[in-house]
């Protein structure tokens, strides 16, 4: 029996497998997109309010995975001497559970701190919220490929965010490429504008597809900030807008704001 050997580098791993998920999971939910008992909106409402069309937001998304291979490329290889002091320690402190989840602990907080920050910053500024920020939100109805749709400077904005959680959380690239793979679903998930029934990510996280609906439609866009793991921020920072998940006439679910 022929065995072949891939000999990839983590840091090559790291840079693309995340990219790959990306697609793998937007084709997921492209067929699950027609189960409108599912679905936060109806279809024709995604249709009719979304102001760009899916071929912009493609070509958008990659450019803006275009440059996170390049940052990432430049990351991996400015800590690549940590990882080799790490590869002559022997595999024990790569693959330990307990150090990795409290990596991934490190990286989450991390991250969100960087996005809620720099989201409601984009929000308050009225400039750039216009020029800049103002892309994103010709989501008003989110799917799953559309989460990574941003200005390219708004893009550059997460990316360096998730640089500074992969440098403070002390991650070896193979870590990050399991917790970067984690984050993109998630973040992918929260706009993928369904409620499926048994998701495993709205058992661990309040921070969810509804939750985030909430900050796309107009009443909710100075509220629910947080992303894209907890909402402790908003909870925090006093901009978190609560909300009940209703049946809606016809199928499907409305989140529905709960004012106070």
Known sequence: MLIIKYNIPDEILATIVPILVY??????????EPIHKYRLHPKKEEDERNLVPK?????????QQIMQAF???????GTQDNSIIEATKGNQDQTRIVAI???FIVAMIVLDTCQYF???????????????HSVHHKLFVPYA?????????EGLLDIIGGALAHWISGMTPR????????????AMDDHSGLWLPGNILHVFFNNNSAYHDVHHQLYGNKFNFSQPFFVMWDKLMGTHMPYSLEVRDGGGFEAR???K
Do not use: D, E
Request: proline share 3%; net charge positive; no cysteine.
């Open 23 to 32: 697609w793998l999971y937007a084709g997921l939910h492209l067929l699950l």
């Open 55 to 63: 071929s912009s937001v493609i070509k958008m998304v990659l450019l």
């Open 71 to 77: 940052i990432a490329t430049a990351v991996y290889k």
């Open 101 to 103: 989840i409290l990596q």
């Open 118 to 132: 720099v989201h409601r910053y984009l929000h308050h500024n009225k400039f750039l919220y216009q020029n800049v």
């Open 145 to 153: 490929y559309g989460a990574f749709y941003n200005h390219p400077f």
């Open 175 to 186: 870590t990050s490429m399991l917790f970067f793979s984690f984050t993109t679903i998630k």
């Open 257 to 259: 704001p709960i004012l």
